[in-house]
């Protein structure tokens, strides 16, 4: 089964930019989605397609991949932006979605 | 705007059968992949199975003899089964649609196994 790796945590002060990385072999060959996740909601998505924003989603996200790694880039941080983040994609092998561990974004 | 709307029971006891229904708005049924997604308190999200428009169906294999998922296209809605719980299935349940990623999530659905 297709494994996406990502780091548990990542803080940053607002303002800054976030760059949450989700890692797999050849990711890049596969199409990339991101879900946010904010405390007792449901996950939303803000990013398909590597670097689509679905309607609604601020500039501020964006996203990115090359090589083994997908990046999904918050700039400009806000408080706002607290939450957990998800990356998948569709593992054709499997036939069915794949998540990463989710990472968890702290604005200090 | 399309909305998803899981229903179900709150409380399962343990050896029974939990059956969640999600209730599809604003678009058919009769397209793309229609699925259900669990999370454990304070874990991540698990795929646990997709039924697709056509009926075809798939399953997490580390839960697929206890599983079953159905679609019910003259009610816009699709179903969860999950056989002789345990303590282990307690989570939110989503119900979810694939299209352009995971693009339409109902709100969530907590399940309790408890006696």
């Known amino acids: 089964s297709y494994v996406l790796t990502q780091p548990p945590s990542l803080s940053v002060a607002p303002g800054e930019t976030a760059r949450i990385p989700c890692g797999a072999s050849?990711?890049?060959?596969?199409?990339v989605h991101w879900c946010q996740q904010k405390p007792g909601q449901a996950p939303m998505l803000v990013i398909h397609?590597?670097?689509g924003r679905p309607s609604g989603i601020p500039e501020r996200f964006s996203g990115s991949s090359s090589g083994n790694t997908a990046t999904l880039t918050i700039s400009r941080v806000e408080a706002g932006d607290e939450a957990d983040y998800y990356c998948?994609?569709?593992?054709?092998?499997?036939?069915?979605?794949?998540f990463g561990g989710g990472t968890r974004l702290t604005v200090l | 705007q399309m909305q998803l709307q899981e229903s179900g029971p709150g409380l399962v006891k343990p050896s029974e059968t939990l059956s969640l229904i999600c209730s599809v708005s604003?678009?058919?049924?009769?397209?793309?992949?229609w699925n259900w997604i669990r999370q454990p308190p304070g874990k991540g999200l698990e795929w646990i199975g997709y039924?697709?428009?056509?009926?075809?169906?798939n399953y997490n294999p580390s839960l697929k003899s206890r599983v079953a998922i159905s679609l019910d296209t003259s009610k816009n809605q699709f179903s969860l089964s999950l056989t002789s719980v345990t303590a282990a299935d307690t989570a939110v349940y989503y119900c979810?649609?694939?299209?352009?990623?995971?693009?339409?999530w109902g709100q969530g659905s907590p399940v309790t196994v408890s006696s």
């Open positions: 979810a649609r694939y299209k352009d990623g995971l693009d339409y």
């Open positions: 604003g678009d058919s049924i009769s397209s793309y992949y």
């Open positions: 039924v697709s428009h056509s009926g075809h169906t």
């Open positions: 050849n990711i890049e060959t596969k199409s």
């Open positions: 397609y590597d670097s």
């Open positions: 998948h994609v569709w593992d054709s092998s499997g036939d069915h979605p794949v």
